[in-house]
């Protein structure tokens, strides 16, 4: 089955800095790659996600890199504010209605203000 | 965008009681819906995915025994989880996935499990 892998674990910066995160993929039948931001005792909400037509995805601050070949995507939140502070999570799935997502291990951000 | 609830958001219960929370699509019909579980500090584990009028597939290592799951209607899941232990105590949340062509699914807001 497939297993995502993320780094960092943890992961802190300064206000107005740049954070990222990694992750690979074992699946090269993945093709539809989400991130949550999940703040304590919350639900994940869906910040960015990318399929594997694009290689490269923005919204505003947030950004999302997929380098298939080498099954890996990565997020780049520019200039962190101290509410981007929560655990981040990437995601991997075989882009089907009904196919279920496999997490990888989770980023916790901290931004300092 | 589509929502889905949970509910309860959270319960106490005591060890050997079952307790069934409840996971609906409120805007959209899911054909599918998924179960996790979150361990404090850890990330969502996969239960088991929910087809609606059909029985639920459950991940490598879930007794699907001891966690009950229904989907009655495209529009309600509920897992029961039998025998409850304080092991058990986590954070569920169940997610759902609308039709074709979507692909991204929804989260519910989770229920707090306590099992004292």
């Known amino acids: 089955g497939e297993n995502v892998e993320q780094h960092p674990s943890t992961l802190s910066v300064q206000e107005g800095d740049s954070a990222v995160i990694k992750c690979t993929y074992s699946?090269?039948?993945?093709?539809?790659f989400p991130w949550y931001k999940q703040e304590l005792g919350k639900r994940p909400q869906l910040i960015i996600d990318?399929?594997?037509?694009?290689g490269e995805k923005k919204d505003q601050r947030i950004a999302v890199t997929l380098n298939k070949t080498a099954k890996h995507f990565s997020l780049h939140i520019t200039e962190t504010q101290p509410e981007d502070s929560a655990v981040y999570f990437c995601?991997?799935?075989?882009?089907?209605?009904?196919?279920?997502?496999?997490f990888g291990g989770g980023t916790r951000v901290l931004v300092k203000p | 965008g589509a929502v889905v609830s949970q509910h309860p958001s959270w319960v106490i219960c005591k060890s050997g009681t079952s307790v069934k929370i409840e996971c609906r699509s409120l805007?959209?019909?899911?054909?599918?819906m998924f179960w996790y579980r979150q361990f404090p500090k850890q990330s969502l584990m996969l239960m088991a995915t929910?087809?609606?009028?059909?029985?639920?597939?459950?991940e490598q290592g879930v007794e699907k025994d001891k966690f009950l799951i229904n989907h009655a209607s495209l529009t309600l899941s509920t897992l029961t989880v039998t025998s409850a232990h304080p092991e058990d105590s986590s954070f569920y949340i169940c997610?759902?996935?609308?039709?074709?062509?979507?692909?991204?699914?929804?989260f519910g807001p989770g229920t707090r499990l306590t099992v004292t």
């Open positions: 997610s759902a996935g609308g039709q074709a062509p979507l692909v991204e699914q929804y």
């Open positions: 699946d090269s039948a993945s093709n539809y």
């Open positions: 990318i399929r594997s037509n694009v």
């Open positions: 995601a991997a799935s075989i882009g089907a209605a009904g196919n279920k997502l496999t």
């Open positions: 805007d959209f019909q899911a054909t599918t």
């Open positions: 929910s087809n609606e009028g059909s029985k639920a597939t459950y």
